[in-house]
């Protein structure tokens, strides 16, 4: 693989992910919401969804999930469906939370966050057109590196640079939402503020193209 190229990528990718999208706001609202143990493991879930993105790419389904007119906006409805379903559970949660509880709201088993940040992962078509708009115009033709394995390199080092970049930004999200759930109305409205966030990323999926 040329440096180069690998050098251009990195600084592109590393562009996108701090420009602000759904991502971003899903790990925000997760760390915000509850914890940093819940924020760090929904950006563990985010990277396993874009290393299957990876393994797609590179075995060429997602090129062929593309040729299907209907294949990407299914998947964005899917998406945001999913993401409206969670952000409904986390508002209708408050009517239901009447102890006086200090802090932020009950972390969801850690199992579960991976899941469902794994399925959020898998259900945003900017993933998928990540792979194939962007990485393709990074590889080399002219080398002896298998097209595939190219694609599953770049791929891999997004999942890295996303590791990092959204791990920091779940530790800031979490330390602010501690700070700012001194009292039960507080962490009241900290939930409110992160189930917000997360129809705010519904709506960002279902505008992706």
Known sequence: MELRLVLLFLGMDLLLICTPGPDMLYVTARSLGQGRRTGLMAVTGICCGYAVHTVLAAAGLAAA??????????MRYAGAAYLVFLAVRTLMSLRH????TRGSSTPD???????????????????LLLYLSLMPQFIATGTTVPLGLQLTALGLLHVVNCAILYGLIALAAARAGQALTGTPQATRRISAVSG??????AAATLTAH
Request: net charge positive; charged share 15%.
């Open 97 to 100: 939370r009447t102890g006086p």
């Open 65 to 74: 999930l593309r040729a299907v007119p209907a294949a990407l906006p299914a």
């Open 196 to 201: 917000t966030l997360l129809l705010v990323v």
């Open 109 to 127: 088993p850690a199992g579960k966050v991976l899941r469902q940040s794994i399925l959020t992962a898998l259900l945003n078509p900017k993933g």
